[in-house]
């Protein structure tokens, strides 16, 4: 797109089905070097990539000729796609529905990076859902706890 000019900086946060902490610590690794294929071969630039055995947060450059949901959808999909694959669990891994993607300015970047890096330390002190709900209330965000993430405890009902 001639004489576009565009910074769009976005960071994408999304968990695993049930908040289950099934991303094996062993091939993290792995899945980010995967994750970040899917983004490149879309044309956008993945700044930062980590997560925890429950959740990944990605920080992504968007071109403005890419839908966020187009790229996250394929995102998820590829990538348990190639998780289930690799058999890396006894059972079908998936990823729960949605995600949510909070704006930054190029002058907030490395410090969103730095907490992207930080996960393990980060997560020590704090779980996921809480730490999504403090970005949901950071970025106003309106929401209703039942409607976050599906429960397991939904799943065996």
């Known amino acids: 797109m001639a004489n576009t000019y565009t910074q769009i900086h976005l960071h994408v946060v999304f968990a695993v089905k049930y908040r289950a902490s099934c991303i094996p610590a062993a091939h993290a690794a792995r899945l980010y070097?995967?994750?970040?294929?899917?983004?490149?071969?879309?044309?956008?630039?993945?700044?930062?990539?980590?997560?925890?055995?429950?959740h990944l947060h990605l920080l992504i450059g968007l071109r403005p000729d890419m839908a966020l949901s187009d790229l996250m959808r394929d995102v998820k999909a590829s990538s348990a796609k190639f998780i289930n694959e690799q058999n890396w669990l006894p059972g079908k891994f998936a990823w729960q529905e949605g995600f949510g993607a909070f704006s930054y300015s190029a002058s907030q970047l490395p410090t969103v990076i730095t907490y992207i890096e930080r996960q393990?330390?980060?997560?020590?002190?704090?779980?996921?859902?809480?730490?999504?709900?403090?970005?949901?209330?950071?970025?106003?965000?309106?929401?209703?706890?039942?409607?976050?993430?599906?429960?397991?405890?939904?799943?065996?009902?």
Do not use: C
């Open 33 to 54: 070097r995967y994750t970040t294929g899917i983004v490149t071969a879309h044309g956008q630039k993945l700044l930062a990539i980590n997560g925890m055995p429950d």
């Open 120 to 157: 393990k330390e980060h997560h020590a002190k704090r779980g996921f859902l809480d730490e999504y709900r403090s970005f949901l209330k950071k970025f106003t965000v309106p929401f209703e706890d039942k409607y976050l993430f599906q429960e397991l405890e939904e799943r065996l009902d």
